[in-house]
C-alpha cells in the first residue's frame, strides 16, 4: 500500500445517522463473498466531486439521512450533490458549489425532504486506508472507510497533503424517468403472468427498513411463484429486484449480498438504480419494463457520462 | 449451456442442480475467462451452476461479448475438464461453545455427537463457491444422516470460522455475521483476511478436509 501524507481538514460535529466514506466501490471481489458496496448513488458522487474538481470515483462522504455537521480545521473547500440540499456556514444558508469553508467554521448539511442522501467531497480527495483496492465502508463487516464504520462525534478527515488531483469532468444530468426502469430478471419467467403484471403497474412504498443492502417495497403482493425455495443459490448484484416469501420486492443495493436464493424478478438499470437510492421511506415508487436492447442504449449512455464501473479507476 | 444478459449482467447458466461436475464445468470457463481477461469483462462470480459475468457496457458490443463467450466455451469444452484445487485439511473444534447446535443433529440423526463428528469428518467436500458474506465458503456432499435443515430463525451473531450444516451442505463463515446453518463447530485456523490478496485461503474448486481436534 502506497502511504499518502494527510492533513487533518474537518471534526465531525453531528455525524447524522448513517454517514460513511464512498467510492465507486471494489470490483473483483464479489467471488470472495465481498459485496461492491460503493455509493448508493454514483451520479450524484460523480457530481459532488466534479465541482471540486476531484475524480468522479473520489472517496467522498454519503450523509444518507442527515443531518451532518462538520466544523473546519483549515480553509477548505467542499463540493456537494443535491440542488435542493439545506447547507449552512456558521448558521448561513449557502447555495455555493464548490463552497469554501474558513478555519473554524462549521458546515452544516441535510438532504431535502424529497430526498435521501448527499454526497460531500472534499477539494484533493479524502484520505482512507484503501482495502480490496477501495475506499468505500462495508460495515457489516467492518471494514473499509474510516474503521469500517459509520462516522462518529470527534472523527478527524484527512486529505491529502500536497496533492491535489485535477479532473475536468462534468457530468451529464441524470436521465432517470420517474418509473424506474427494469428489465426483465432470469426467473421473471417462472412467475404467473399476473404477478409480473402487478409487479409493472403497482405502486409501491420505500419501506423503513431499507438500507445500504436493499430497499425494502412495500405495497401489492405478488402470489403464485411456484418455485418458492427451489431457486439455486446464484450471484446476485445491485439492480436486481429478489422477490421475497411475503411477494413484495427488495431492491438489492450496493452493499447487497453476493449471492441468494430468492428468485430475481427485474433489474432496475444503473441509472435508474442512482435515482431510486434517493427515495426516501414512504416515498412512492413504480417500475416500467424496458427491453434488453433499450437496456443496452441506456447503459452505454449512463457508462459514457460518469466513468461508471470503469476498470483500474477506483481505488 | 445456456447465455441469458439482464442489463450490465450475463450469466452463463450450466445445470440448476449441486453437482461437482457441473460445477467443474463454471470454474473451468472462470478460468480460461480470466486468462483471457477481455476488456468488456468487469467481474465473474461462480455459483453452484452459473457463471455470472458482470459486463462494461461501454467496452463491447452485445455481439463482441456473444462471440468471445462461444470462443471461450467452445475452447474449454475441448480442453481437459477443470481439475480439482488444493487439498486443505482444516483443524475443527465440535460441540460445547463452538459448536451449539451439535446435540440437535445427533437427536435428529439419532446417534451419538461424536458420530455425527465422525460422519463430518469422513468425507473430502468440494468447494462450489464463496458467497453470501464475506469469506463463507459453500462446499457440498454431506451424508444424507447428518443433513438438518437450518434454523427457523437465524442467528444474529456467528462466530467467524464457524461450521455449519445446512441440508445437504456444509460450509464455514469468514467473517462474524448472522446465520441460519446449524453450527457444530468452529475452524481452528483463519480462512478470511481482508488484508490478503486473495483474501480467502480456500477456493472454489479446492477440497475440504476437517479434523477433529481437542
Given at each position: 500500500m502506497t502511504t499518502i501524507v494527510a492533513r487533518p481538514v474537518a471534526r465531525v460535529l453531528e455525524p447524522g445517522p448513517?454517514?460513511?466514506?464512498?467510492?465507486?466501490?471494489?470490483?473483483?471481489?464479489?467471488?470472495?463473498?465481498?459485496?461492491?458496496?460503493?455509493?448508493?448513488?454514483?451520479?450524484?458522487?460523480?457530481?459532488?466531486?466534479?465541482?471540486?474538481?476531484?475524480?468522479?470515483?473520489?472517496?467522498?462522504?454519503?450523509?444518507?439521512?442527515?443531518?451532518?455537521?462538520?466544523?473546519?480545521?483549515?480553509?477548505?473547500?467542499?463540493?456537494?450533490?443535491?440542488?435542493?440540499?439545506?447547507?449552512?456556514?456558521?448558521?448561513?444558508p449557502s447555495r455555493e458549489n464548490p463552497l469554501g469553508i474558513p478555519k473554524g467554521s462549521t458546515l452544516r448539511l441535510e438532504p431535502h425532504k424529497g430526498s435521501a442522501i448527499i454526497y460531500l467531497s472534499f477539494k484533493?480527495?479524502?484520505?482512507?486506508?484503501?482495502?480490496?483496492?477501495?475506499?468505500?465502508?462495508?460495515?457489516?463487516?467492518?471494514?473499509?472507510?474510516?474503521?469500517?464504520?459509520?462516522?462518529?462525534?470527534?472523527?478527524?478527515?484527512?486529505?491529502?497533503?500536497?496533492?491535489?488531483?485535477?479532473?475536468?469532468?462534468?457530468?451529464?444530468?441524470?436521465?432517470?424517468?420517474?418509473?424506474?426502469?427494469?428489465?426483465?430478471?432470469?426467473?421473471?419467467?417462472?412467475?404467473?403472468?399476473?404477478?409480473?403484471?402487478?409487479?409493472?403497474?403497482?405502486?409501491?412504498?420505500?419501506?423503513?427498513?431499507?438500507?445500504?443492502?436493499?430497499?425494502?417495497?412495500g405495497g401489492s403482493v405478488m402470489r403464485g411463484f411456484r418455485d418458492w425455495g427451489r431457486v439455486l443459490t446464484m450471484a446476485v448484484f445491485p439492480g436486481m429486484v429478489q422477490v421475497t416469501p411475503d411477494g413484495l420486492p427488495v431492491v438489492l443495493m450496493a452493499d447487497c449480498q453476493t449471492t441468494g436464493g430468492y428468485p430475481v424478478i427485474g433489474e432496475v438499470l444503473p441509472p435508474d438504480l442512482c435515482a431510486l437510492a434517493q427515495k426516501p421511506p414512504g416515498t412512492a415508487v413504480s417500475f416500467e419494463e424496458v427491453t434488453e436492447d433499450e437496456s443496452e442504449t441506456i447503459l452505454e449512455g449512463f457508462a459514457c457520462s460518469i466513468s461508471y464501473l470503469s476498470k483500474g479507476e477506483s481505488g | 449451456m445456456r447465455?441469458?444478459?439482464?442489463?450490465?449482467?450475463?450469466?452463463?447458466?450450466?445445470?440448476?442442480?449441486?453437482d461437482p461436475e457441473c460445477n467443474s464445468s463454471v470454474l473451468s470457463l472462470d478460468r480460461a475467462l480470466a486468462a483471457r481477461s477481455p476488456d468488456w469483462l468487469l467481474e465473474a462470480v461462480p455459483s453452484y451452476g452459473c457463471l455470472a459475468l458482470v459486463v462494461d457496457p461501454a467496452r463491447s458490443t452485445k455481439e463482441a461479448i456473444t462471440n468471445e463467450l462461444k470462443e471461450v466455451c467452445a475452447s474449454v469444452q475441448a480442453a481437459?475438464?477443470?481439475?480439482?484445487?488444493?487439498?486443505?485439511?482444516?483443524?475443527?473444534?465440535?460441540?460445547?461453545?463452538?459448536?451449539?447446535?451439535?446435540?440437535?443433529?445427533?437427536?435428529?440423526?439419532?446417534?451419538?455427537?461424536?458420530?455425527?463428528?465422525?460422519?463430518?469428518?469422513?468425507?473430502?467436500?468440494?468447494?462450489?463457491?464463496?458467497?453470501?458474506?464475506?469469506?463463507?465458503?459453500?462446499?457440498?456432499?454431506?451424508?444424507?444422516?447428518?443433513?438438518?435443515?437450518?434454523?427457523?430463525?437465524?442467528?444474529?451473531?456467528?462466530?467467524?470460522?464457524?461450521?455449519?450444516?445446512?441440508g445437504n451442505q456444509t460450509g464455514f463463515y469468514g467473517m462474524e455475521s448472522p446465520g441460519g446453518w446449524r453450527v457444530i463447530g468452529r475452524l481452528q485456523v483463519a480462512t478470511f483476511d481482508v488484508g490478503k490478496e486473495p483474501p480467502s485461503s480456500i477456493l472454489p474448486g479446492d477440497r475440504v478436509r476437517f479434523l477433529s481436534v481437542k
Open positions: 448513517f454517514t460513511t466514506v464512498q467510492d465507486f466501490g471494489r470490483f473483483g471481489y464479489r467471488r470472495f463473498g465481498v459485496p461492491t458496496s460503493g455509493a448508493l448513488d454514483l451520479w450524484s458522487l460523480s457530481f459532488a466531486n466534479g465541482q471540486v474538481g476531484n475524480n468522479p470515483d473520489s472517496p467522498a462522504l454519503e450523509v444518507f439521512h442527515g443531518p451532518m455537521t462538520i466544523a473546519a480545521l483549515e480553509d477548505i473547500v467542499v463540493g456537494y450533490s443535491g440542488k435542493s440540499s439545506e447547507v449552512t456556514v456558521d448558521g448561513t484533493g480527495g479524502l484520505v482512507v486506508d484503501a482495502v480490496m483496492g477501495s475506499a468505500s465502508t462495508y460495515t457489516r463487516a467492518r471494514f473499509g472507510g474510516l474503521k469500517g464504520r459509520t462516522l462518529q462525534v470527534g472523527d478527524i478527515l484527512h486529505a491529502p497533503v500536497g496533492v491535489y488531483q485535477t479532473s475536468s469532468h462534468t457530468v451529464e444530468p441524470l436521465e432517470a424517468p420517474e418509473r424506474h426502469r427494469v428489465v426483465r430478471g432470469p426467473h421473471a419467467e417462472l412467475f404467473p403472468p399476473e404477478s409480473l403484471e402487478s409487479f409493472f403497474k403497482a405502486e409501491y412504498r420505500v419501506s423503513l427498513d431499507s438500507d445500504r443492502m436493499g430497499y425494502r417495497l | 447465455v441469458r444478459r439482464f442489463a450490465n449482467v450475463v450469466y452463463v447458466e450450466f445445470c440448476d442442480t449441486i481437459v475438464p477443470y481439475q480439482g484445487g488444493r487439498l486443505h485439511q482444516l483443524p475443527v473444534r465440535y460441540g460445547g461453545e463452538f459448536g451449539p447446535d451439535l446435540g440437535f443433529v445427533a437427536r435428529s440423526a439419532g446417534v451419538a455427537e461424536d458420530e455425527v463428528v465422525k460422519i463430518h469428518t469422513s468425507r473430502e467436500y468440494h468447494c462450489y463457491m464463496l458467497g453470501f458474506t464475506p469469506g463463507f465458503v459453500y462446499l457440498g456432499g454431506v451424508d444424507d444422516k447428518i443433513a438438518v435443515p437450518r434454523l427457523e430463525t437465524p442467528r444474529l451473531k456467528v462466530a467467524a470460522g464457524s461450521v455449519g450444516l445446512a
